[in-house]
């Protein structure tokens, strides 16, 4: 699929990965983009159509499919991390991790499935996590979470195929963003990552790992758990 001359909804577009697809979509040449926060305000980007949208409300975001039924691309980035381990962590910051990691990408998919069908097929790129393959201290709930997204991923695909619609997922490490502002790491720019996303969708590919850390992790896969873990926490120097 071509970017250039396409309509995109972009979710998390005011800031970090979000506000990096915006601009590479523009500069891309996408006829219209959707860019959608929870607090449209907080989107100042001229050409842009900002959409007040909360991923974890079902009536937010069936508005919005039936506000942008030109649609068709759907890029699933709104996310959050709040560190919570799974143990001894609070339950409802764990619930808030899932609504907005895997049932607010699940609420987009369903409500924008028959609008990129009207529209010919379209696609749908679901921004994950190389931690969707792995975990550590504190990142339970995110682990998980990013699990959850990685399958929803794959089954869409599937589902959706009849349709023509094509389904990315892209899995990276540490991106320079709020969100990783404390950690001392290699990390992704964040239009590194938006460029890598849009070209998987142009080229057909199914999967993006955007950086060397993902790579790193996918390439463990099949070492039994002890192996695996001893491998990653040695990379992590811990």
């Known amino acids: 699929m071509d970017i250039n001359g396409a309509v995109v909804l972009v979710t998390g577009a005011n800031r ?7 601009e590479q979509l523009t500069r891309r040449g996408a006829a ?3 860019a959608a926060a929870r607090d449209a305000g907080s989107i100042d980007v001229d050409g842009v159509h900002a959409l007040e949208l909360d991923i974890t409300r079902a009536d937010q975001v069936d508005a919005a499919a039936a506000a942008a039924g ?7 980035n709104a996310g959050i ?7 001894a962590g609070d ?5 808030r991790e899932m609504d907005t990691n895997f049932y607010g990408p699940l609420l987009m998919t369903r409500a924008f499935a028959p609008v990129l069908a009207a529209n010919g097929g379209g696609a749908i790129l679901n921004v994950i996590s190389a931690l969707s393959w792995f975990t550590a ?18 089954s869409t695909r599937l589902e959706l195929a009849a349709q023509g619609t094509h389904v990315v997922a892209v899995h ?13 790491a290699p990390k992704i720019m964040p239009s590194a990552l938006a460029s890598a996303g849009l070209d998987a969708i142009e080229s057909g590919a199914q999967e993006v790992l955007a950086d060397d850390w993902a790579k790193f992790i996918k390439s463990g896969l099949t070492l039994d758990p002890k192996a695996r873990y001893e491998q990653i926490f040695a990379a992590l120097g811990a």
């Open 91 to 95: 339950e409802a910051a764990i619930r």
């Open 81 to 87: 991390s709040t560190g919570t381990s799974l143990v």
């Open 70 to 76: 030109d649609v068709q691309v759907v890029i699933n």
């Open 16 to 22: 970090g990965i979000g506000a990096a697809f915006v």
């Open 32 to 34: 219209k983009i959707y």
């Open 137 to 154: 201290p504190g990142a339970g709930a995110y682990a998980a979470s990013k699990a959850a997204a990685w399958a929803l991923t794959d």
């Open 172 to 184: 990276m490490g540490l991106v320079d963003t709020d969100m990783a502002r404390s950690l001392q």
